[in-house]
């Protein structure tokens, strides 16, 4: 059954992530530190854990969900869909251009994916368990986590829009940058770090794939685009935005608490 | 083991499954809705959904708990022995050695990297088996040149806790300057540079860094660890784009 090849395949790219890991580290500990480690075979149960749980993971994504994903991207780009929902009739007028308001559910898709992939994202769940411990309970994990899947689905939106109007992507990303500039010295201190993280964190096992598929399935439909040039810098405005709804997460909560004073 | 910590153990193991089940939620229900209002169509193979379904829930929950008992306590060990020892160069030689060792091996910039190869070679001029090889080559060095960034990035981290730099302005300089050079750089490798800065973090490297991150900075003292302790990853999602940028102005 193709269920156990996966399973197989799946577990060497997880095994081949953590083989340089854990050389790295048993290196250092043994040779440079000299110091056993602290319950090791906890430790050890552990990585095991985290290696077969994400092979499952994995596997799991790859039968439910990124064939569906990638279809369904394809599918709300093809022309024909995206005409038929601005003009239901006058056949007359079906060999107008379309244009990018058009693509309206292509946008609410885009979204609404990735906010949910980054929701389901084991590393953005690991950042947000250890802030949580670090700040005393202070940080809750279902805010950060919702403020950054915020964040991922504005960029990968934003990023569809790119593709549709062909755009460069260093204008995009110039803005949020200085956007970014700019709330760094407004936001409260402590989270500015975290929010520059959870750029990184949120693109990882889940969203990499779903966005690339997204970005490549558009590309194709779209008259005039290469899809191996505008598939990229999906990924670039989904790293860029989190850092923003984070910053403005902690500015909104702060500013809550000061006008409740 | 002792049985103290088998029974810890499988407690762990009991953070309910709906945990897992609520974090997939909103997946399953954006595919849902648009498959049902918008395209309007059943779903075809249901059951070999039911069955990614399960695997999927099943992962995340055995990851997370290898993350508890596993990844989050070494990390932190780590970073406490390092502290006890006191060498700053063996420290930024294991903030190398991780950053470089977890990407080069990283699945999802192998896959990125040799995407990224066919749209920077592509000479019509050329015939295909010596552009095949080109091709493979620039794979292999945009892969060594991201690996190198993140290893880099560490290191810097690594260095601005031990001093207690500012992490804004570090990272506020390093987006100037890939906006400088972005405009010397062949438009071709523009966005694959910003999109190699995604793409490094992995799954496993993520919780490891902020845990070594984190470790290090409850260990040194005056920092502070909610403001010392997180931005090693901010680090590896920039260096990468601005060594992809020079690469790519050295390779045209």
Redesign the interface.
Known sequence: MN?VALLTDALL?TL??????V???F???LL??R?P???W?????????????????????????FP??KE?AR??ADPNFVRGNAQPTSASETNLPIMWHFYY?AYL?AF??S???T?????L???A???HD??GGT?QVWPLRVAVALGCGTGVMLGVLRIILGVP??YF??VG?LL??VQ?YFAP??I???A??S???T???VT??LVAALGLGLAEQIPGRDP??E??????L??LFPMITVMGYAQLAQWWISRRR | MKLSETRDLLWLFTRPIWESTRDLLPIVATVGLFQVLVFRQALENWAQLLVGLILVILGLTLFVVGLKIGLFPLGEQMARDFARKGSVPWLIAFAFALGFGTTFAEPALIAVASKAAELAVNDSTTATAQQEVLQQRFALILRATVAVAVGFALVIGVVRIILGWPLHYLIMAGYALVLLITPLAPSNIIAVAYDSGGVTTSTITVPLTAALGVGLASSIKGRNPLLDGFGLIAFASLTPIIFVLILGMLWS
């Not at chain 1, 081949?16 to 890991?21: E, H, Q, S, T």
């Not at chain 1, 598939?231 to 670039?236: E, K, N, Q, Y």
Request: charged fraction near 10%; glycine fraction near 8%.
């Open positions: 269920l790219n081949r992530d953590v083989l340089p890991i050389v790295v580290i290196a250092f500990q440079v530190l110091r480690i602290l319950h075979p906890r430790v050890a149960v552990g990585i095991v854990c985290v290696v077969l749980g994400l092979a499952l993971f994995l596997v799991g994504l790859e039968l439910a969900l569906l994903g369904m599918q709300l559910w898709f609404l994916i906010f949910s992939a929701i389901a994202e084991p590393a769940l690991a950042i368990l250890k802030a670090v700040s940080l992507l260093p990303i110039l940058y970014v500039i760094t201190r402590q500015v770090p975290l520059y993280d750029g990184g964190v693109t990882s096992t990499v794939p191996l040039e598939g990229f810098g999906m990924i670039a989904a790293v």
